[in-house]
């Protein structure tokens, strides 16, 4: 140990305050992390309704404060390198800060695959300091070599994994890209050495060259893990990567005697497992088929047999006429509306129908778009009351009721074949009846299939019509079309 | 490291106290509520002051001081998003 801490006496203070990390620490850390803890479930608690979710906003944040300042206060004046910290506090927030103010909420789903990136690289960097300050110490017996080995087993998977999954929805790698030739043998090689390297850490804890092997091999994982899954498999990815970074979170603080960090890293964890299941069951898949399981789409009928002479197509007139005098319109949002930036324009037509009488309401299916809760947060930015997105399970039994259903960029997850044919992708995936609307109207650029790559029989159904145009002009032209008829 | 087995409790009830809050909230808050938790968690920015201000060594200095920056970023863009986000989200009458 080198003498970065200054005075003598104070380093012998400091070293009995820090010898069991936090454990021993003055009065005032054990009080301020335990109110951090209590406001961080609290600011939970608040988020489950959006009356009181910008509270718990204010929550977190106070719990946040307070226990940095009580860290911060324990190292004030005895630690010489305290000011590195200070450093790179700064440099956070600077970066931080831009990141939240000009990030437009389209790109949200990369914003937060990025944070995963960041949380997951704070964990496996603090444990792997921690693991050459202590290597050999009494601090790093088996059994916290164990939990340090797994933390930084997950936080560099989830580092590069993120990363891939951050570069994908920004399309700086193509999103459709296919996996290497056996490309699951890869990657149970990859994991299984890396868990044989926490093995021979947690027996041998001073085999330190065990450990960038370890790094190394878990960073090439997560590059390999989530490199060949894309498009509406994201959703699942993100939420557990959130889980990932959760739970290294958490180890850190078994490792480091910091009861604040287990307690924030496990409501991480929960929170991404919570969302990572109901994104499988939306999609009636397991976390193994989506992460090393491909979607075969060669047993489902070609599209010329599903489309053959069947489908009609409208211009922005016929479906003006169509929306004329109606008493229910439902509009079904999907990914193709956030490429297409349509979000404003499907608002001007939303309020253009209420203005002449007609009802509103959003069908929000649990996986449209590239993240858990995407689209709501769109049409929110548009101005639409909350009220009216509606949940699969609550607008389902109303689209016989329906007179009109707008779907924009949406396909799967309205695809009949989920309950039809079994021997689908996306046989059992829960969906929206749209079909039981009296017409649907599907907003799309082509006829091209969706992420499950298969044919989708509500284009050519008796009821459809297909209004080929990009999301956002064929908003713009509809709206133009009913003011001109009206 | 001490305490194992208190540490066990505390994760595991921990765990299932954040499934039982965060299974209440709404499927309309799921972004913010993955971009707020991502925030609370960065309080392992706690751990990486720690690491920095004991300074060991260079070496964990100069990754303690990293994973204080990635921390504080997920800290300041984290929490700032989330209450963008939550702003937006209103009810038919709140319209000015």
Redesign the interface.
């Known amino acids: ?2 003498n ?2 200054a005075p003598a006496n104070l380093l012998a203070a ?1 070293e009995s305050a ?1 010898g ?4 021993n620490s003055p009065w005032y850390v054990w009080i301020s992390y335990l109110v ?1 803890a209590a406001l ?2 609290l ?3 608040w ?4 009356r009181s ?2 509270r ?2 204010r929550a ?2 106070i ?2 404060v307070v ?2 300042v009580g ?2 206060l324990m ?1 004030f004046g005895v ?4 000011k ?2 200070f ?3 700064a ?3 600077l ?3 831009p ?3 000009w ?1 437009p ?1 389209t790109a ?1 789903p990369q ?2 695959a990025l ?2 990136a ?2 997951a ?3 496996a ?2 444990g ?3 693991y ?3 290597y050999g110490s009494e ?1 790093l ?1 088996h ?2 070599m164990a ?1 340090l080995a797994i933390e930084v087993l997950l936080g560099s998977l989830t580092f590069t994994g993120s990363l891939v999954a951050f570069s994908k929805l920004q399309e700086l790698i193509p999103s459709k890209i296919k996996g290497l030739p056996n490309q699951n043998l890869i990657n149970f090689s990859l994991l299984g050495s890396a868990l044989g390297c926490c093995v021979w850490l947690t027996v041998f804890p001073t085999h330190f060259f065990i450990f960038p092997l370890l790094i190394v091999l878990a960073l090439a994982f997560g590059i390999c893990l989530v490199m060949p899954i894309g498009g509406a498999d994201m959703p699942t990815v ?2 557990l990567l ?1 889980s990932y ?2 739970l290294s ?2 180890l ?24 990572s299941i ?1 994104m499988c069951k939306a999609m009636n898949r397991s976390f193994t088929n989506v992460l090393f399981g491909r979607m075969d789409a060669s047993t489902v009928a070609s599209a010329d047999e599903v489309y053959g002479g069947k489908v009609k197509s409208a211009t922005a007139e016929d479906v003006a006429m169509l929306l004329d005098g109606v008493r229910r319109v439902v509009i079904v949002p999907g990914y193709g509306m956030a490429v297409a930036q349509a979000q404003h324009a499907v608002r001007e037509l939303s309020q253009l129908l209420e203005s002449r009488g007609t009802e509103v309401e959003f069908a ?1 299916h ?1 996986v449209a778009g590239r ?4 689209m ?2 769109l049409l ?2 548009a ?1 639409i ?5 509606k ?1 699969m399970d609550a607008i389902n039994p109303t689209f016989a009721q329906t007179d009109v259903a707008i779907v924009i960029g949406a396909n799967d997850v309205v695809n009949p074949l989920a309950n039809t044919d079994p021997k689908s992708p996306i046989a059992g995936m829960p969906i929206l009846n749209v079909g039981d609307a009296r017409t649907v109207v599907v907003v799309k650029r082509s006829l091209s299939p969706g992420f499950a790559g298969i044919p989708n029989p509500l284009f050519a159904a008796d009821n459809t019509l297909m209004f080929f145009e990009d999301g956002k002009k064929a908003m713009v032209d509809l709206v133009a079309a009913i003011k001109e008829a009206a | ?4 087995d208190a ?1 066990l409790f ?2 595991l009830l ?6 039982e ?41 100069v ?33 000015s």
Do not use: C
């Not at chain 1, 069991?20 to 454990?23: L, Q």
């Not at chain 1, 630690?79 to 305290?82: A, D, P």
């Not at chain 1, 993240?371 to 995407?374: D, K, R």
């Not at chain 2, 984290?78 to 939550?86: A, C, N, S, V």
């Open positions: 140990m080198n970065a801490l400091v820090t069991a990390g936090v454990a951090a961080f479930v600011s939970l608690k988020l489950s309704h959006p979710a910008r718990g906003v977190g944040e719990g946040m226990a940095i860290t911060l190292y630690s010489t390198t305290l590195y910290a450093i790179g506090m440099l956070g927030s970066i931080g800060a990141m939240a103010i990030m909420m949200v914003r937060t944070s995963h960041f949380g690289l704070a964990a960097l603090v792997t300091a921690h050459y300050d202590f601090k017996d059994s916290t939990i993100i939420s959130n970074a959760g979170a958490s850190m603080g078994f490792v480091l005697d910091n009861f604040l960090l287990i307690v924030a890293g496990a409501l991480d964890g929960s929170s991404g497992l919570i969302l109901i929000i649990p993240m858990p809760g995407h709501n947060v929110a930015e101005d009351p909350y009220e009216k997105l949940e | 490291m001490t305490d194992l540490k505390v994760f921990s765990t299932f106290l954040g499934l809050v965060i299974r209440r909230v709404s499927p309309l808050l799921h972004t913010p509520l993955m971009s707020l938790t991502n925030a609370i968690s960065a309080i392992a920015v706690v751990a990486a002051i720690q690491v920095t201000a004991e300074g060991h060594s260079t070496f964990s200095t990754l303690g001081t990293l994973a204080v920056i990635a921390a504080m970023t997920n800290i300041v863009g984290g929490f700032w998003i989330t209450d963008r986000m939550l702003k937006m989200f209103r009810r038919g009458g709140d319209r």
